[in-house]
């Protein structure tokens, strides 16, 4: 995004008219989790779900929402959002198919029309190790190369991307500090909450650069990991 328009953006957020940032996987573990704390810090987001009966469930804890299917239509739930955090996925129970409907296409579709319409910002959730597929155990492989693609889907485009790479999600709660490389022998879990933690901070300024982050449960604080913007 040009200078001028993220200025214009800013503009916007002073004059209190704030866009809004899609959460796309908002009912999911770390959605859930993400969208209470954005609420709770006053960012204006939009939960993008699945279906009528979740859509009730955000709106009566005054979280907007609107209902969408990656594998269908969805463009209107960007309508009027600046920033995107994607957090969506097809799960363990579900066969390779909905990986590549799901984690591959559906973010690659949310990539270009984030470009069609000069949104600022996109924040993807991958997965650590994403880069190196091969290296992953065999049923793992096919969802690490579509974590690679969309991932480089993002790099390459138009949008200023936060590629988040997590380990292994646990339901710990949140310490708060996290480290960003995965040393040998110091293990591979982060929290979901840590991880909602730092999708928030990453959306607390305009990012300057495209960045790949990988994290893990650790000793520095988020804040400072996401100073640099
Ligand atoms: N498990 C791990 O150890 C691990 C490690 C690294 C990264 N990750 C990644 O972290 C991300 C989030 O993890 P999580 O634990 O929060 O996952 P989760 O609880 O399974 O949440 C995934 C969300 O994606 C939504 N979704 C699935 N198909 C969709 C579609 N067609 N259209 C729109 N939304 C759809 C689900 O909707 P419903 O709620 O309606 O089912 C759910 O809300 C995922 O991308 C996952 O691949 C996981």
């Known amino acids: 995004m040009m200078q001028r328009e993220f200025e214009s953006v800013t503009h916007e957020r002073e004059r209190g008219n704030m866009s809004k940032i899609l959460t796309i996987g908002a009912n ?43 594998e269908g239509d969805f463009f209107h739930a960007f309508d009027g959002c600046d920033r995107v955090v994607f957090t969506a996925g097809s799960g363990g129970s579900t066969g390779g198919d909905k990986t590549i409907l799901v984690d591959l296409y559906g973010a690659i579709r949310s990539i270009a029309e984030c470009e069609a319409r000069g949104i600022a910002h996109f924040v993807m959730v991958s997965a650590l190790r994403a880069e190196q597929p091969l290296e992953a155990v065999p049923a793992m492989r096919h969802y690490m190369v579509a974590k690679l693609l969309a ?34 022998g110091e293990g591979f879990d982060i929290s979901r909450e840590n991880v909602a933690d730092c999708v928030l901070e990453a959306l607390r300024q305009p990012p300057k650069i495209n960045r790949v982050v990988d994290l893990l449960d650790g000793d520095t604080p988020i804040a400072e990991v996401f100073a640099q913007g």
């Open 28 to 70: 999911g573990q770390i959605g859930r989790l993400f969208c209470q704390k954005a609420k709770n810090a006053e960012l204006p987001i939009r939960a993008m779900v699945r279906n009528e009966e979740q859509r009730a469930r955000f709106e009566a804890q005054g979280i907007e929402a609107v209902v969408g299917d990656l």
């Open 151 to 184: 991932d480089q889907r993002l790099i390459e485009s138009s949008v200023l991307a936060t590629v988040l790479r997590p380990g292994r999600l646990t339901d710990a709660p949140g310490s708060g500090r996290v480290r960003t490389s995965a040393a040998a």
